[in-house]
Each structure stands twice: as C-alpha cells, then as structure tokens.
C-alpha cells in the first residue's frame, strides 16, 4: 500500500523541502497550505496540497476527511517565530505563537491520531534549539519549542500503546524564510521602549537584526532538516530526538545546558553586549 504522509506549512523552508524529499522517495505527500500559490507549487512537486490553517477547527475537520484513513507519517511543522524583548512584545503577539506553535501543534495531532493510530503510523514534531536553551530576545518562540517539548515528552508515552511513535526534530538556524518573516512581524507588533531604555532597547534589537540576517544567509539547507524527518518516519528504531545543527552550533547548545546559570547569563549578556 502507499505510505501516505501529511506535512503541515508545506508551502515554504523545511516544509517545502520536506515535501519534495518524501515526493521523490515514493510516498503520497498531501501538504498543508494557506496560500493558492502554494498549493500550485506543490502541484509540480507531485504533492496535493489541503488548505489548512492549524488555528481552525474547521480546516482541521476538513483535512481530516480528506486524508487516506491509515496515515504513515504527521509531521507536525507549521510555525511562527514570534521574537523581541519580552518587555516590548504585547501579549497578542505571545499569544499567537502559542496558538500556532504549540495548540496548532496538538490540535493537528489530535485531528490526525484516528488515522496514524489506523496505520500505526508516526508524529513527527519540528521542535528546535530553542526548545533545549531559551536566548533572550526569542523568549516567545523559546517558550513555545519548550511546550512542544513537553508535549512530545508527554504524547511518546501516552501514544505507546497505540504503535504510535512520537519523535522530536529539533534544527539549529536553518536558511528559510522565517528569519525575514520575524523581523517583519516584530516591526508590527513590537511596543515603544519605555523612557529611558531606549538605549538598552536599542541595542538589543540591533543583535536581533544581525542574528536572524545572519541565519537567513548561513543556516543550514533545510534539506538537512528535510533528512532528518525522513529518517525519523523511516528508521526501525527512531530516537526520540534529533538535533540538526552544524556541529558547532549543537556543541553550544549542550554546553549551555549544562553550564552553571551564572555563567550562562554572563556569557548571553556579553553576547547582548550588555
Ligand atoms: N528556520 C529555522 O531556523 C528553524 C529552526 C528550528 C525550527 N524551525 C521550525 O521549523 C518549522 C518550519 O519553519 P521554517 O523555518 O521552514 O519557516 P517558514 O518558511 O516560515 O515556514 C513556516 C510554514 O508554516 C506555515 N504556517 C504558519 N502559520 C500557520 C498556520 N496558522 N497554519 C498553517 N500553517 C502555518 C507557513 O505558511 P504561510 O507561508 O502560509 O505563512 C509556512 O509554510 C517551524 O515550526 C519552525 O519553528 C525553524
């Protein structure tokens, strides 16, 4: 039988390239899409592309009977990168990451479970980096990757029973676009700095800008992440985590986690420049 997969935010970066990789290994790729243009895309690519939203219920109803009844593979990767100094972020803007991010994230689950759970088939989540170590200035998009780590720590064992496997891909900076897509968003919601810190404020934002340019030209190819998830749907045993980062970047990111927190904090505020 053909090993359906369905990728949700199929429409650009990782999930694009995910798309076209599992398009090319022989399965039936259905990719989730919120624009025509997109969905014309995948088209080339052989991939039948579902509208869907994962923040409406009903575009979940809809996706769910359109896809085969024995799903092989959900990879769960729709996401927003919702950044700035938490001070200046308004509550509206955290709120829609978690909504994305996080209850889009187990809404497309629960949407899916009848169909993987028919063909013991696997969730794969798109955690990140940012799931392990929280930076400051990403404070949103941290604490969404770290909920979506608890709920892939909490969804592996309850899904156990089912066959069900649950893994977690956790990349680096990848070169997609959602560096350009965060700095545009933050120009729309970030607040003005109180009197005072502008200074402070100022500086920050200008590491914020140079990062995310930075990542946007140096990421990794989001094929490497696209590889990672195949091999996530594909390995007899899966792990439950893979890191995709350039080998420096996955280094830093174990040794901040165990670093004493001092010494964290001093080498991030230096990095801030503060
Ligand atoms: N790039 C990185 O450095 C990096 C690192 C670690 C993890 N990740 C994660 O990888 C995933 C993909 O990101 P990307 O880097 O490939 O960025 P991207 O190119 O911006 O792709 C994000 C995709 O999610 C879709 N999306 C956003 N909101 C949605 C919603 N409410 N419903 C359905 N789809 C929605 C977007 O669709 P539209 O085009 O219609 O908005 C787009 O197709 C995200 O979960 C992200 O957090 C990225």
Do not use: C
Request: aromatic residues 6%; without cysteine; charged residues 25%.
């Amino acid at each position: 039988m053909e090993r359906a997969v369905l990728i949700t935010g199929a429409g650009s970066g990782i999930g694009l390239a995910t798309a076209r990789l599992l398009a090319e290994r022989g399965y039936r790729v259905l990719g989730g899409v919120r624009k025509a243009e997109d969905a014309e895309a995948l088209k080339g690519l052989g991939v039948e592309p579902l509208f869907l939203d994962v923040t409406r219920e009903e575009d979940l109803r809809r996706a769910a009977e359109a896809v085969p009844a024995g799903l092989f593979g959900l990879v769960v990767n729709a996401g927003i990168a919702v950044a700035g100094p938490l001070e200046l972020v308004p509550l509206s803007a955290f709120r829609e990451a978690l909504e994305v991010n996080v209850l889009g994230a187990l809404a497309t689950v629960q949407a899916f479970l009848p169909h993987l759970r028919a063909a013991k088939g696997r969730v794969v989540l798109m955690g990140s980096v940012s799931g392990l170590v929280a930076l400051p200035l990403m404070g949103p998009y941290a604490a969404s990757k770290f909920a979506l780590e608890a709920l892939a720590d909490a969804l592996r064992v309850e899904l156990r029973p089912f066959g069900v496997r649950v893994v977690l891909v956790e990349p680096g900076s990848v070169a997609t676009p959602i560096w350009e897509r965060s700095l545009r968003r933050a120009e729309g919601y970030l607040k003005p700095p109180p009197p005072g810190t502008e200074g402070v404020y100022g500086r920050y934002l200008e590491v914020a800008r140079k990062v995310a340019e930075r990542s946007a030209k140096r990421g990794l190819p989001p094929e490497r992440v696209a590889e990672a998830v195949l091999k996530a749907l594909e390995s007899p045993s899966p792990k439950a985590r893979y890191l995709v980062a350039h080998p420096g970047r996955a280094r830093e990111t174990l040794l901040l986690r165990l670093l004493p927190t001092s010494l964290r904090d001093r080498l991030m505020a230096r990095f801030l420049g503060v």
